[in-house]
T-cell receptor, first 114, second 112 residues
């Protein structure tokens, strides 16, 4: 079946502009995660959605970052007033509960803030 | 700080040789997972080992886990040029919906 998809693949934006990144999880996966990966580094957790429960936003680095998810489908990550330090690859993953713990990752969105 | 830390940061070997990567972590975990990343984009899940397991095999991959030392190793046997990638360990501590905490990764280069 289809995997996790993300759009756009690449996004170049000017400092101060807002951006929206989209994630389509695997159908039926109740859990969805957003991670950020800066160049040459590991992934940092940003936010987690599980069904209709309140999201865990503990990884969001500032109030410029927000995310929404419609039910158990699409999620959007919004970054307002982008800064150069927001440049990174933003990865989305989904997971089906209950399961063994594996997460399925999308190809990521490479964000460049100029 | 990162929960998982990989060692070495970079590893260069010849095709056919074995590659060993190590990972250390700080807190108790439910499981530890290894992922591969090509060209800095999507991650591919390689193997998951639970906290009550000590060793696991999958094809040319062998993973060990030592919870007393809070460490894991990934062994790739008979490496191929196609194994060239970044390898990350990720720990699931059972918090925040089992979010994963990643290390910095090991860049493996397999020379033909």
């Amino acid at each position: 079946g289809a995997g996790v998809s993300q759009s756009p693949s690449n996004k170049v934006t000017e400092k101060g502009k807002d951006v929206e990144l989209r994630c389509d999880p695997i159908s039926g996966h109740t859990a969805l995660y957003w991670y950020r990966q800066r160049l040459g580094q590991g992934l940092e957790f940003l936010i987690y959605f599980q069904g209709n429960s309140a999201p865990d936003k503990s990884g969001l680095p500032s109030d410029r970052f927000s995310a929404e998810r419609t039910g158990e489908s699409v999620s959007t990550l919004t970054i307002q007033r982008t800064q150069q330090e927001d440049s990174a690859v933003y990865l989305c993953a989904s997971r089906q509960f209950p399961d063994a713990g594996r997460q399925y990752f999308g190809p990521g969105t490479r964000l460049t803030v100029t | 700080s990162q929960q998982g830390e990989e060692d070495p940061q970079a590893l260069s070997i010849q095709e056919g040789e074995n590659a060993t990567m190590n990972c250390s972590y700080k807190t108790s975990i439910n499981n530890l997972q290894w992922y591969r990343q090509n060209s800095g984009r999507g991650l591919v899940h390689l193997i998951l080992i639970r906290s009550n397991e000590r060793e696991k095999h999958s094809g040319r991959l062998r993973v060990t886990l030592d919870t007393s030392k809070k460490s894991s190793s990934l062994l790739i046997t008979a490496s191929r040029a196609a194994d060239t990638a970044s390898y990350f360990c990720a720990t699931d501590a059972g918090t925040s919906g089992s979010r994963l905490t990643f290390g910095e990764g090991t860049q493996l280069t397999v020379n033909p």
